[in-house]
């Protein structure tokens, strides 16, 4: 299966924009990037996801390489509410997502 | 609007006691449904999938089973609770043929 790496930690303060980098390197073609983020004692909230082109919605823009192998989710105006763990995964079979580690990210205010 | 609603929210169960964790999904017609577990500082991992009613995969073996008595009910459940079962069970949607899931609130379950 394909993985992913992201860094296990990032700070931002507040009203500020945060770059969240995700590596994979061994990326499938018709494998699609997902962003979830999870708050503690709570499920994952879905993010946003893409496979080739950049996409944008009202909680995240994804920027995705040309050669896919690595992608940015960029948050803007971070709040203390955007503070979670970030998890970037590939959908490597129908139904099936693997979540890793992710990235704890601190809002300073 | 769609609604996923998981019960009990929490419990504290004995070694060896048996287990029945519930979901239903409102406002969605056979969607697909997941069973997902976390034990504490641990990784996220699905445990089964249903695509239909009285039909459900197995993905981890962790001596858990699943049922699908209704289109919009998922069943997690065991005869005999382990100490490793404690975690944090999560249940999950997708609609037909979309990869996209929407999480519930969880069941954190605690067994002594």
């Known amino acids: 299966d394909a993985k992913t790496t992201q860094p296990d930690s990032m700070e931002s303060t507040e009203g500020e924009t945060v770059h969240l980098p995700c590596s994979h390197a061994?990326?499938?073609?018709?494998?699609?990037i997902y962003w979830y983020r999870q708050v503690p004692l709570q499920g994952p909230e879905y993010v946003t996801h893409?496979?080739?082109q950049n996409t944008t919605n009202s909680m995240a823009f994804l920027a995705i390489a040309s050669d896919r192998k690595s992608s940015t989710l960029i948050l803007t105006h971070v709040s203390l509410r955007d503070a979670a763990v970030y998890h970037c995964i590939l959908r490597v079979a129908h139904n099936k997502l693997t979540f890793g580690q992710g990235t704890v990210l601190s809002v300073i205010p | 609007a769609q609604t996923i609603h998981q019960w009990p929210v929490a419990e504290i169960k004995a070694v060896g006691s048996p287990l029945s964790l519930g979901c239903t999904i409102k406002g969605k017609s056979s969607p697909n449904l997941y069973w997902y577990w976390q034990a504490t500082g641990g990784t996220l991992q699905q445990l089964f999938y249903?695509?239909?009613?009285?039909?459900v995969e197995s993905v981890v073996q962790l001596n858990l089973s699943a049922s699908r008595p209704k289109d919009d009910q998922f069943i997690l459940s065991t005869e005999k609770l382990l100490l490793s079962h404690s975690g944090f069970y999560l249940c999950?949607?997708?609609?037909?043929?979309?990869?996209?899931?929407?999480f519930g609130p969880g069941t954190r379950l605690l067994v002594l």
């Open positions: 061994t990326i499938s073609g018709n494998e699609y």
């Open positions: 999950a949607w997708s609609l037909l043929g979309e990869d996209t899931q929407y």
């Open positions: 893409g496979l080739q």
């Open positions: 249903s695509i239909t009613v009285g039909q």
